[in-house]
Nanobody, 126 residues
Framework: QVQLVESGGGLVQAGGSLRLSCAAS????????LAWFRQAPGKEREFVAA????????PYADSVKGRFTISKDNAKNMVTLQMNNLKPEDTALYYC???????????????????WGLGTQVTVSS
């Protein structure tokens, strides 16, 4: 059974940094695409960043490009999201997602991911 567990969320002032981690069990990250999505209260879940199974394609949402970096460690079965220069609008519940079948053109869509964590809260104060 695949399980994803996020950690690293918290409260930070605008301009600060956080590093989110997602640890997996029951799946080998070498064969999976991984992504981060977020959902703020009253809003739909939105794509943040992803990393493909092969070739390391890493699309980002325009709103986080240049501030966030996604990376994965296959040996540790872990994916991380380094978030710098955080803004109040980054406040949301952040989810890790994984898929063994998604294609590169679909990395931004939550519909392509079969496995999800429960999320970790990120709150950025102004």
């Amino acid at each position: 059974q695949v399980q994803l567990v996020e950690s690293g969320g918290g409260l930070v002032q605008a301009g600060g940094s956080l590093r989110l981690s997602c640890a997996a069990s029951g799946v080998s990250f070498t064969r999976y695409a991984l992504a981060w999505f977020r959902q703020a209260p009253g809003k739909e879940r939105e794509f943040v960043a992803a990393i493909s199974q092969r070739h390391g394609s890493t699309p980002y949402a325009d709103s986080v490009k240049g501030r966030f970096t996604i990376s994965k460690d296959n040996a540790k079965n872990m994916v991380t999201l380094q978030m710098n220069n955080l803004k109040p609008e980054d406040t949301a519940l952040y989810y890790c997602a994984a898929s063994g079948t998604i294609i590169v053109s679909q990395l931004r869509s939550h519909l392509g991911y079969a496995y999800w964590g429960l999320g970790t809260q990120v709150t950025v104060s102004s």
